[in-house]
């Protein structure tokens, strides 16, 4: 993720996750038989002929992005959570933090880190790809770091360097120039000298100095449920 940058817009990280759940489920009918993708959509199977969806070609039957609706998709609904809460500084989903964080995993696994040369031949394939062939499919990585960092400070845990460049909107190399200010502008480092880790309470002390930094706003709570 290139720090200090304008964060990817929402139609950006919509458009990498249709393309990427696309590719699972072309990937999806090579491995389990011609319709398997529309089949996990919803969708009516087409009449395929013979082996031809092992191919990419791409006949009228096959799946496009037109047949992605993200919002009707609970994992679609989740990155959507994710983008307010990580880029709009919005926590909307009102479940507890723990629960919203064992959720991650899923798009960690399954979107982000989820790889074979199946499926990086089909998110590489402009033919079947759209719009989203012109993805650097960078979106959701960075998304995910993001999401991570803040969750990391609101659930009242260390964060490293990287995550308080993500926070405060800054590079990574002025964060570590901070390690070796004076007086209050100096961040402190937990362990070692080398540690790049900070412990909760200096980084908010830390990043309250810092313009760049937005602290979350919670709506739509039910109970207590963040640490902070």
Avoid: C
Wanted: glycine share 8%; aromatic share 10%.
């Amino acid at each position: 993720m290139e720090i200090g940058k304008k964060n990817h817009t929402r139609e950006q990280v919509r458009l990498e996750l249709a393309g990427r759940i696309l590719a699972d489920l072309l990937r999806l009918n090579t491995v389990l038989g011609s319709g398997a993708g529309h089949r996990a959509l919803g969708l009516s199977t087409p009449a395929i002929p013979g082996r031809v969806a092992l191919t990419l070609d791409t006949p009228d039957w096959t799946l496009s992005l037109d047949d992605i609706d993200i919002d009707q998709l609970s994992i679609g609904q989740l990155v959507m959570a994710m983008y307010d809460y990580a880029y709009e500084q919005r926590y909307l989903a009102g479940q507890p933090l723990y629960e919203f964080k064992a959720d991650l995993e899923h798009v960690e696994d399954f979107v982000i880190f989820l790889s074979s040369e199946l499926l990086a031949l089909f998110m590489g394939d402009r033919v079947h790809m759209g719009d989203a062939g012109n993805a650097n499919w960078q979106a959701l990585p960075d998304l995910y770091e993001a999401t991570w960092a803040r969750l990391s400070l609101d659930m009242g845990e260390g964060l490293s360097l990287k995550d308080l460049a993500i926070l405060a909107d800054m590079n990574e190399r002025s964060v570590r120039n901070a390690l070796s200010a004076s007086g209050e502008a100096q961040l402190r480092t937990t362990g070692s000298s080398d540690s790049e880790w900070v412990d909760n309470d200096e980084a908010r002390r830390w990043l309250a100095m810092r313009r760049g930094f937005i602290p979350s706003r919670f709506e739509k709570i039910s109970g207590l449920f963040f640490f902070y």
